[in-house]
Protein backbone atom coordinates (compact mmCIF):
# COMPACT_ATOMS: atom_id res chain seq x y z
CA UNK A 1 0.00 0.00 0.00
CA UNK A 2 0.94 3.79 -0.40
CA UNK A 3 3.47 5.05 2.19
CA UNK A 4 2.09 8.64 1.97
CA UNK A 5 -1.03 9.63 3.52
CA UNK A 6 -3.85 8.63 1.56
CA UNK A 7 -7.32 10.54 0.79
CA UNK A 8 -9.88 8.24 1.33
CA UNK A 9 -12.32 8.91 -2.11
CA UNK A 10 -14.89 11.54 -1.48
CA UNK A 11 -18.21 11.95 -2.37
CA UNK A 12 -19.26 13.86 -4.83
CA UNK A 13 -20.98 17.12 -3.72
CA UNK A 14 -24.32 16.25 -4.93
CA UNK A 15 -24.38 13.14 -2.78
CA UNK A 16 -22.94 15.44 0.23
CA UNK A 17 -25.97 17.80 -0.67
CA UNK A 18 -27.95 14.65 -0.06
CA UNK A 19 -26.85 13.81 2.74
CA UNK A 20 -27.25 17.09 4.51
CA UNK A 21 -30.40 17.10 3.20
CA UNK A 22 -31.32 13.95 5.22
CA UNK A 23 -29.36 14.62 7.98
CA UNK A 24 -31.53 17.59 8.43
CA UNK A 25 -34.86 16.23 7.77
CA UNK A 26 -34.61 12.86 9.84
CA UNK A 27 -36.89 11.01 7.47
CA UNK A 28 -37.45 11.69 4.07
CA UNK A 29 -39.24 10.65 0.50
CA UNK A 30 -37.90 9.77 -2.46
CA UNK A 31 -39.63 12.52 -4.28
CA UNK A 32 -38.29 15.00 -1.71
CA UNK A 33 -34.80 13.67 -2.50
CA UNK A 34 -35.23 14.08 -6.18
CA UNK A 35 -37.14 17.51 -6.10
CA UNK A 36 -34.99 19.09 -3.60
CA UNK A 37 -31.47 17.99 -5.69
CA UNK A 38 -33.23 18.95 -9.17
CA UNK A 39 -33.65 22.56 -7.25
CA UNK A 40 -30.42 23.20 -6.52
CA UNK A 41 -28.36 21.32 -8.86
CA UNK A 42 -29.06 22.08 -12.79
CA UNK A 43 -29.85 18.91 -15.39
CA UNK A 44 -29.92 16.21 -12.79
CA UNK A 45 -32.17 13.21 -13.55
CA UNK A 46 -34.09 10.75 -11.17
CA UNK A 47 -32.29 7.97 -12.33
CA UNK A 48 -28.81 9.57 -11.67
CA UNK A 49 -29.99 10.75 -7.78
CA UNK A 50 -31.09 7.00 -7.36
CA UNK A 51 -27.96 5.73 -7.93
CA UNK A 52 -26.48 8.20 -5.55
CA UNK A 53 -28.61 6.74 -2.92
CA UNK A 54 -28.17 3.48 -3.85
CA UNK A 55 -24.22 4.43 -3.21
CA UNK A 56 -24.92 6.07 0.05
CA UNK A 57 -26.93 3.00 0.90
CA UNK A 58 -24.03 0.89 0.02
CA UNK A 59 -21.75 2.79 1.88
CA UNK A 60 -23.41 2.13 5.09
CA UNK A 61 -24.67 5.97 5.13
CA UNK A 62 -28.31 5.69 4.48
CA UNK A 63 -30.90 3.22 5.66
CA UNK A 64 -33.90 2.89 3.06
CA UNK A 65 -37.78 2.71 4.49
CA UNK A 66 -40.16 1.01 2.48
CA UNK A 67 -40.50 0.43 -1.34
CA UNK A 68 -41.86 1.97 -4.39
CA UNK A 69 -43.05 5.40 -4.41
CA UNK A 70 -43.39 4.99 -0.72
CA UNK A 71 -39.35 4.49 -0.26
CA UNK A 72 -37.96 6.82 2.22
CA UNK A 73 -34.31 7.26 3.23
CA UNK A 74 -33.02 8.68 6.51
CA UNK A 75 -29.42 8.40 8.47
CA UNK A 76 -28.30 5.67 9.06
CA UNK A 77 -26.84 4.82 12.86
CA UNK A 78 -23.69 3.76 11.66
CA UNK A 79 -22.91 7.03 9.61
CA UNK A 80 -20.86 8.72 11.80
CA UNK A 81 -18.55 6.02 12.28
CA UNK A 82 -18.64 5.28 8.91
CA UNK A 83 -18.51 8.37 6.85
CA UNK A 84 -15.65 9.87 5.26
CA UNK A 85 -12.81 12.22 6.74
CA UNK A 86 -9.97 13.73 4.69
CA UNK A 87 -6.88 12.45 6.94
CA UNK A 88 -4.59 15.12 5.79
CA UNK A 89 -7.06 18.16 6.40
CA UNK A 90 -8.09 16.66 9.91
CA UNK A 91 -4.18 15.76 10.81
CA UNK A 92 -3.09 19.39 9.35
CA UNK A 93 -4.77 20.69 12.75
CA UNK A 94 -3.01 20.69 15.72
CA UNK A 95 -3.92 17.87 18.60
CA UNK A 96 -4.81 20.68 21.06
CA UNK A 97 -7.03 22.74 18.49
CA UNK A 98 -8.68 19.38 16.87
CA UNK A 99 -12.68 19.48 17.75
CA UNK A 100 -12.79 15.85 19.43
CA UNK A 101 -14.71 13.54 21.69
CA UNK A 102 -12.36 13.77 25.09
CA UNK A 103 -14.07 10.75 26.54
CA UNK A 104 -14.65 7.87 26.39
CA UNK A 105 -17.78 6.84 24.54
CA UNK A 106 -20.34 4.44 26.02
CA UNK A 107 -22.01 4.36 23.21
CA UNK A 108 -19.94 3.15 20.48
CA UNK A 109 -20.86 -0.99 21.58
CA UNK A 110 -24.24 -0.24 19.59
CA UNK A 111 -22.84 1.78 16.92
CA UNK A 112 -20.49 -0.95 15.78
CA UNK A 113 -22.54 -3.46 13.17
CA UNK A 114 -21.93 -3.90 9.47
CA UNK A 115 -18.92 -1.91 9.54
CA UNK A 116 -18.15 -3.52 5.92
CA UNK A 117 -20.10 -2.96 2.80
CA UNK A 118 -21.44 -6.22 0.82
CA UNK A 119 -18.86 -4.87 -1.49
CA UNK A 120 -15.97 -5.53 0.91
CA UNK A 121 -17.24 -8.09 2.97
CA UNK A 122 -17.12 -9.93 -0.87
CA UNK A 123 -13.62 -9.03 -1.61
CA UNK A 124 -12.04 -9.90 1.79
CA UNK A 125 -13.88 -13.53 1.32
CA UNK A 126 -12.46 -14.11 -2.28
CA UNK A 127 -8.92 -12.82 -0.99
CA UNK A 128 -9.45 -16.05 1.82
CA UNK A 129 -10.55 -18.19 -0.65
CA UNK A 130 -7.57 -17.60 -2.65
CA UNK A 131 -5.80 -18.11 0.79
CA UNK A 132 -7.05 -21.04 1.49
CA UNK A 133 -6.61 -22.65 -2.05
CA UNK A 134 -2.59 -21.63 -1.75
CA UNK A 135 -2.22 -23.43 1.97
CA UNK A 136 -3.91 -26.41 0.41
CA UNK A 137 -1.77 -27.22 -2.30
CA UNK A 138 1.91 -25.50 -0.20
CA UNK A 139 3.38 -28.98 0.84
CA UNK A 140 4.12 -29.00 4.54
CA UNK A 141 7.88 -28.10 4.83
CA UNK A 142 7.30 -25.03 2.80
CA UNK A 143 3.86 -24.19 4.56
CA UNK A 144 5.45 -24.13 8.04
CA UNK A 145 8.48 -21.83 6.07
CA UNK A 146 6.17 -19.47 5.09
CA UNK A 147 4.18 -19.05 8.56
CA UNK A 148 7.73 -18.82 10.28
CA UNK A 149 8.19 -16.01 7.76
CA UNK A 150 4.91 -14.21 8.14
CA UNK A 151 5.08 -14.55 11.63
CA UNK A 152 9.20 -13.03 12.18
CA UNK A 153 7.31 -10.07 9.46
CA UNK A 154 4.89 -9.28 12.18
CA UNK A 155 6.95 -9.52 14.82
CA UNK A 156 9.10 -6.98 13.32
CA UNK A 157 6.34 -4.49 12.39
CA UNK A 158 4.37 -5.07 14.91
CA UNK A 159 7.16 -4.16 17.29
CA UNK A 160 8.73 -1.12 15.04
CA UNK A 161 5.12 0.47 15.34
CA UNK A 162 6.03 0.68 19.06
CA UNK A 163 9.14 2.30 18.65
CA UNK A 164 11.13 -0.66 18.53
CA UNK A 165 14.79 -0.18 16.73
CA UNK A 166 15.65 -3.69 15.36
CA UNK A 167 15.61 -4.09 11.10
CA UNK A 168 13.89 -7.00 9.81
CA UNK A 169 17.07 -8.89 9.24
CA UNK A 170 17.76 -8.54 12.65
CA UNK A 171 14.12 -9.51 13.95
CA UNK A 172 15.02 -12.86 11.26
CA UNK A 173 18.43 -13.74 13.23
CA UNK A 174 16.77 -13.45 16.59
CA UNK A 175 14.05 -15.59 16.09
CA UNK A 176 15.71 -18.07 13.75
CA UNK A 177 19.31 -18.36 15.54
CA UNK A 178 18.04 -16.41 18.93
CA UNK A 179 21.45 -13.90 18.03
CA UNK A 180 20.59 -10.41 19.54
CA UNK A 181 21.50 -7.92 17.67
CA UNK A 182 24.42 -5.33 18.65
CA UNK A 183 23.44 -1.94 19.72
CA UNK A 184 20.27 -2.39 20.78
CA UNK A 185 18.64 -3.00 23.84
CA UNK A 186 17.41 -6.39 25.83
CA UNK A 187 13.67 -5.24 25.81
CA UNK A 188 13.99 -4.52 22.20
CA UNK A 189 14.71 -8.12 22.01
CA UNK A 190 11.84 -9.57 24.26
CA UNK A 191 9.44 -7.31 22.44
CA UNK A 192 10.11 -9.45 19.53
CA UNK A 193 10.71 -12.58 21.01
CA UNK A 194 7.23 -11.88 22.71
CA UNK A 195 5.41 -11.34 19.73
CA UNK A 196 6.50 -14.86 18.15
CA UNK A 197 5.28 -16.68 21.54
CA UNK A 198 2.03 -15.40 21.37
CA UNK A 199 1.59 -15.75 17.67
CA UNK A 200 2.90 -19.50 18.02
CA UNK A 201 0.10 -19.92 20.80
CA UNK A 202 -2.91 -18.42 19.19
CA UNK A 203 -1.97 -20.57 16.18
CA UNK A 204 -1.64 -23.63 18.21
CA UNK A 205 -4.86 -22.81 19.80
CA UNK A 206 -6.97 -21.55 17.25
CA UNK A 207 -10.34 -22.99 18.08
CA UNK A 208 -9.89 -20.71 21.57
CA UNK A 209 -10.19 -17.25 19.98
CA UNK A 210 -13.95 -18.33 18.05
CA UNK A 211 -14.92 -16.78 21.26
CA UNK A 212 -13.35 -14.05 22.81
CA UNK A 213 -12.88 -13.25 26.89
CA UNK A 214 -11.66 -10.49 28.78
CA UNK A 215 -9.35 -13.52 30.47
CA UNK A 216 -8.34 -14.53 26.86
CA UNK A 217 -7.65 -10.65 26.06
CA UNK A 218 -5.09 -10.34 29.12
CA UNK A 219 -3.57 -13.99 28.15
CA UNK A 220 -2.37 -12.35 25.25
CA UNK A 221 -0.72 -9.69 26.91
CA UNK A 222 0.52 -11.35 29.68
CA UNK A 223 2.35 -12.84 26.90
CA UNK A 224 3.50 -9.99 25.10
CA UNK A 225 4.92 -7.80 28.70
CA UNK A 226 6.57 -11.44 29.53
CA UNK A 227 10.13 -9.90 31.08
CA UNK A 228 9.37 -6.49 30.42
CA UNK A 229 8.75 -3.67 33.35
CA UNK A 230 5.11 -3.72 32.43
CA UNK A 231 2.01 -4.27 35.15
CA UNK A 232 0.25 -7.67 34.35
CA UNK A 233 -3.41 -7.35 34.65
CA UNK A 234 -6.40 -4.79 34.36
CA UNK A 235 -4.80 -1.13 34.91
CA UNK A 236 -5.68 0.70 37.80
CA UNK A 237 -4.26 3.99 37.05
CA UNK A 238 -4.61 6.96 34.52
CA UNK A 239 -2.91 6.79 31.03
CA UNK A 240 -2.85 8.80 28.54
CA UNK A 241 -1.95 8.86 24.79
CA UNK A 242 0.72 10.92 22.94
CA UNK A 243 -0.87 13.16 20.46
CA UNK A 244 -4.29 13.76 21.32
CA UNK A 245 -6.63 14.99 24.31
CA UNK A 246 -8.75 11.91 24.36
CA UNK A 247 -8.21 10.36 27.38
CA UNK A 248 -9.05 6.67 28.00
CA UNK A 249 -11.03 5.54 31.21
CA UNK A 250 -9.26 5.85 34.48
CA UNK A 251 -12.05 3.80 36.72
CA UNK A 252 -10.59 -0.24 36.69
CA UNK A 253 -14.37 -1.50 37.16
CA UNK A 254 -15.43 0.84 34.07
CA UNK A 255 -12.32 -0.57 32.51
CA UNK A 256 -13.17 -3.99 33.12
CA UNK A 257 -17.36 -3.46 32.39
CA UNK A 258 -15.45 -2.55 28.66
CA UNK A 259 -14.29 -5.15 28.30
CA UNK A 260 -16.51 -7.42 28.86
CA UNK A 261 -19.06 -5.44 26.87
CA UNK A 262 -16.27 -5.52 23.66
CA UNK A 263 -16.38 -9.36 23.75
CA UNK A 264 -20.10 -9.39 23.92
CA UNK A 265 -20.21 -7.37 20.59
CA UNK A 266 -17.20 -9.18 19.01
CA UNK A 267 -18.95 -12.81 19.76
CA UNK A 268 -22.22 -11.37 18.25
CA UNK A 269 -20.98 -9.88 15.47
CA UNK A 270 -20.79 -13.01 12.29
CA UNK A 271 -18.32 -11.71 10.24
CA UNK A 272 -14.86 -12.92 10.75
CA UNK A 273 -13.23 -9.72 9.47
CA UNK A 274 -15.91 -7.55 11.57
CA UNK A 275 -15.12 -9.39 14.67
CA UNK A 276 -11.34 -8.83 14.39
CA UNK A 277 -11.31 -5.17 13.53
CA UNK A 278 -13.80 -4.54 15.92
CA UNK A 279 -11.72 -6.50 18.57
CA UNK A 280 -8.76 -4.53 17.54
CA UNK A 281 -10.32 -1.18 17.21
CA UNK A 282 -11.68 -1.39 21.00
CA UNK A 283 -9.13 -3.02 22.63
CA UNK A 284 -7.01 0.28 21.62
CA UNK A 285 -10.00 2.56 22.33
CA UNK A 286 -10.43 1.13 25.90
CA UNK A 287 -6.29 0.87 26.81
CA UNK A 288 -7.26 -1.75 29.70
CA UNK A 289 -3.57 -2.14 30.48
CA UNK A 290 -0.70 0.30 31.16
CA UNK A 291 1.47 -0.35 28.65
CA UNK A 292 1.35 -3.11 25.46
CA UNK A 293 -2.74 -1.84 24.33
CA UNK A 294 -2.22 -1.79 20.46
CA UNK A 295 0.19 -4.98 20.24
CA UNK A 296 -2.72 -6.72 22.31
CA UNK A 297 -5.11 -5.26 19.79
CA UNK A 298 -3.33 -6.30 17.03
CA UNK A 299 -2.60 -9.96 18.42
CA UNK A 300 -5.87 -10.33 19.59
CA UNK A 301 -7.32 -9.50 15.72
CA UNK A 302 -5.12 -11.94 14.46
CA UNK A 303 -5.98 -14.45 16.72
CA UNK A 304 -9.70 -13.96 15.48
CA UNK A 305 -8.54 -14.07 11.88
CA UNK A 306 -7.21 -17.47 12.75
CA UNK A 307 -9.66 -19.08 14.62
CA UNK A 308 -11.86 -18.57 11.64
CA UNK A 309 -9.19 -20.06 9.19
CA UNK A 310 -8.70 -16.36 7.70
CA UNK A 311 -5.21 -15.42 6.47
CA UNK A 312 -3.13 -13.22 9.40
CA UNK A 313 -1.97 -9.76 9.10
CA UNK A 314 1.48 -8.98 9.28
CA UNK A 315 1.48 -5.14 8.80
CA UNK A 316 4.65 -5.65 7.23
CA UNK A 317 3.89 -2.94 4.44
CA UNK A 318 2.26 -0.57 7.20
CA UNK A 319 3.08 3.09 6.78
CA UNK A 320 3.68 3.43 11.23
CA UNK A 321 2.09 6.88 10.86
CA UNK A 322 -0.89 5.78 8.95
CA UNK A 323 -1.63 3.74 11.68
CA UNK A 324 -1.46 5.82 14.37
CA UNK A 325 -3.61 8.44 12.53
CA UNK A 326 -6.19 5.92 12.14
CA UNK A 327 -6.29 4.83 15.48
CA UNK A 328 -6.27 8.60 16.26
CA UNK A 329 -9.10 9.18 14.27
CA UNK A 330 -11.17 6.33 16.10
CA UNK A 331 -10.19 7.67 19.73
CA UNK A 332 -11.35 11.34 18.49
CA UNK A 333 -14.38 10.85 16.43
CA UNK A 334 -14.72 7.03 16.61
CA UNK A 335 -14.68 7.05 13.12
CA UNK A 336 -13.28 3.58 11.80
CA UNK A 337 -13.03 5.01 7.45
CA UNK A 338 -9.39 5.39 7.23
CA UNK A 339 -8.31 1.84 9.93
CA UNK A 340 -10.79 0.22 7.71
CA UNK A 341 -8.99 0.48 4.40
CA UNK A 342 -5.58 0.22 5.69
CA UNK A 343 -6.93 -3.50 7.39
CA UNK A 344 -8.35 -4.17 3.43
CA UNK A 345 -4.84 -3.17 2.54
CA UNK A 346 -3.09 -5.42 4.87
CA UNK A 347 -5.26 -8.38 4.27
CA UNK A 348 -4.85 -8.15 0.44
CA UNK A 349 -1.13 -7.73 1.15
CA UNK A 350 -0.92 -10.91 3.53
CA UNK A 351 -2.73 -12.46 0.78
CA UNK A 352 -0.82 -12.05 -2.04
CA UNK A 353 2.82 -12.00 -0.34
CA UNK A 354 2.73 -15.22 1.63
CA UNK A 355 1.89 -18.80 0.81
CA UNK A 356 3.10 -19.01 -2.87
Known amino acids: ?????????????????????????????ISQIVEYVQITSENVTRITIARDLEKLVELGYLERKGAGRSTAYEISASYSILKEIDVEIYFSVDPDKREIREKFNFDIFDKLKNIFTEKEKEKLTKLNQIYQRKIK??????????????NIDFSWKSSKIEGNTYSLLETEQLIKNQKEAIGHSRDEATMILNHK?????????????????????????????SGLETEKNIRKRLVRITGTKYAPLDN????????????????????????????????AYIQPFNDGNKRTSRLSGNAILSAFNCCLLSYRSMDE???????????????????????????EFAVENYFG
Open 197 to 225: SALEYIQKNKTLFSTISAKKIIDIHTLLI
Open 1 to 29: MAQKSEKIKKLNSRQELILAFIEEKKTVA
Open 252 to 283: EFQIKEALDDTCVVVNQTKNPFEKGLILMLLI
Open 137 to 150: TLPGELLKKEIERL
Open 321 to 347: IEYKKAMLLFYEQNNIAYFKKLFIAQF
